[in-house]
T-cell receptor, first 113, second 110 residues
């Protein structure tokens, strides 16, 4: 198993540009989530999904969109990048009910200039 | 929603000493409490977890305790080693999502 695969690892965007961060898992996990990690603020939930076709907002959803058309994939879209979105982004997945252990992707370091 | 607070934010210990990190949570519906270790530039990795029907769990030098009544849980690392130096995060899961603490940067001084 590859686990949780997240791409790209690094990205620099100009303000106003859009992009998609990719996340895929091959563990047949129902639950998938996106977090951003900023110094001193831990991991903050952006969006999450409890299964294909179902998504919901987390703590900091503004400026981001997600979709979950398959169990395996959960892309995160930045619609119009802003410097405040400079952060490290992590995707995570877990089985869900009765087995919550979360597995993280390698992270994406995004800089918006 | 759930609120998880973690203390201290930084912790330095001598090699061989014990380290304790504490977290509190607010939502009694939370029933799963993992601890993650994150080394510099790496992804968070699970080191130990505990469910709400258990008061204590141990795995070699690492232990976690949970007090449901007081809504707090703690990570205990004994006989610390330099390779234990990292950022540690606690979290609470309410059945849908994780709520993370803000992290503790642990430094083990050789």
């Amino acid at each position: 198993n590859a686990g949780v695969t997240q791409t790209p690892k690094f990205q620099v965007l100009k303000t106003g540009q859009s992009m998609t961060l990719q996340c895929a898992q091959d563990m047949n996990h129902e639950y998938m989530s996106w977090y951003r990690q900023d110094p001193g603020m831990g991991l903050r939930l952006i969006h999450y999904s409890v299964g294909a076709g179902i998504t919901d907002q987390g703590e900091v959803p503004n400026g981001y969109n997600v979709s979950r058309s398959t169990t395996e994939d959960f892309p995160l879209r930045l619609l119009s990048a802003a410097p405040s979105q400079t952060s490290v982004y992590f995707c995570a997945s877990s089985y869900g009910t009765d087995n919550y252990e979360a597995f993280f992707g390698q992270g994406t370091r995004l800089t918006v200039v | 929603g759930e609120n998880v607070e973690q203390h201290p934010s930084t912790l330095s210990v001598q090699e061989g000493d014990s380290a304790v990190i504490k977290c509190t949570y607010s939502d009694s519906a939370s029933n799963y409490f993992p601890w993650y270790k994150q080394e510099l530039g790496k992804r968070p990795q699970l080191i130990i977890d505990i469910r709400s029907n258990v008061g204590e769990k141990k795995d070699q030098r690492i232990a976690v305790t949970l007090n449901k009544t007081a809504k707090h849980f703690s990570l205990h690392i004994t006989e610390t080693q330099p390779e234990d130096s990292a950022v540690y995060f606690c979290a609470a899961n309410d059945g849908n999502q994780f709520y993370f603490g803000t992290g503790t940067s642990l430094t083990v001084i050789p």
